[in-house]
């Protein structure tokens, strides 16, 4: 998780980061995107939306595979290959329709692959790692939306 306290996102906003609040001690109830306290998931909740074959979709899907696994790292790339390393989760055209995104407040905060109307898993971009968000919340709040 980000020991970070803010960061600046793509709209060029500055955003407290869920360590920033937890520090805070309480929660200050005025929706706060990385609310550590579940206020935000609570009154917001999570929106999810299909991955399409669009490259932009695309890219972004794996952009969070790729930051929820850590794989952005010269590191990792040269252990996979020397190693043999295991199989890395990609989403393409022929898988896209296994995988959704869900968003908070109109920001993406991660993606599930879907297998038979379940989620079998999850990843989430690196802020939004410490909010509680996981499995079987996702798996909740998907099932309440279908």
């Given amino acids: 998780m980000s020991k970070e306290l803010s960061y600046i996102n ?10 920033y609040l937890t520090n805070r001690k ?12 579940g206020t935000t998931l609570e009154k917001f ?6 991955i399409t074959t669009h490259p932009d979709d695309l890219r972004e899907a794996n952009s969070i595979i790729k930051e929820d696994q850590g794989l952005d790292t010269l590191g990792s790339s040269m252990i996979d290959s020397a190693f043999g390393g ?5 989403v393409s055209k022929y898988n896209a329709d296994d995988f959704i995104k869900f968003t908070l ?12 109307g379940e ?10 790692k410490d909010q509680g968000i996981d499995q079987a919340l ?3 709040l998907y099932s309440e939306a279908n």
């Fill in 10 to 19: 793509e709209s060029g906003d500055s955003v407290y980061t869920s360590q």
């Fill in 26 to 37: 309480s929660c200050c109830k005025t929706f706060c995107l990385h609310c550590p306290y």
């Fill in 45 to 50: 909740s999570l929106v999810f939306k299909k």
């Fill in 86 to 90: 295991q199989k890395k989760t990609t």
């Fill in 105 to 116: 407040k109109g920001y993406t905060c991660g993606l599930a692959r879907i297998k038979k």
């Fill in 119 to 128: 989620i079998k898993e999850v990843f989430l971009k690196t802020y939004f």
């Fill in 138 to 140: 996702v798996s909740s």
